[in-house]
Nanobody, 124 residues
């Protein structure tokens, strides 16, 4: 069963940009905080960015602050992650997650639904 549908991953050169999309089917999208996490080979899954269910607050990891922007469009049941000034260290599988009535925290345990992951590769 598909929980979240992700798209937008791919190969990009250093300094380039990429936009990831995440869609949650159903009529309750507006009730969920949305988050993005990533996992590189040999590393733990780490927090990237999140936005509250109301869209009034955002949260970013220090490593991506100023380069990445998270947003949501409730009319389209979709969350986005705009990634600019990409670096080789950004290479990872990116996962979208949803937390019902959440404020958008950095903790994996707070999220109830997850996507399948999409590969982002930044060439040096």
């Amino acid at each position: 069963q598909v929980q979240l549908v992700e798209s937008g991953g791919g190969l990009v050169q250093v300094g380039g940009s990429l936009r990831l999309s995440c869609t949650k089917p159903g009529r309750n999208f507006r009730n969920y905080a949305m988050g993005w996490f990533r996992q590189a080979p040999g590393k733990e899954r780490e927090f990237v960015a999140a936005i509250s269910w109301s869209g009034t607050s955002t949260n970013y990891a220090d490593s991506v602050k100023g380069r990445f922007t998270i947003s949501r469009d409730d009319a389209k049941n979709t969350a986005y992650l705009q990634m600019n000034s990409l670096e080789p260290e950004d290479t990872a599988v990116y996962y979208c997650a949803a937390d019902r009535m959440g404020s958008g925290t950095k903790y994996l345990g707070n999220y109830d639904y997850w996507g399948q992951g999409t590969q982002v590769t930044v060439s040096a």
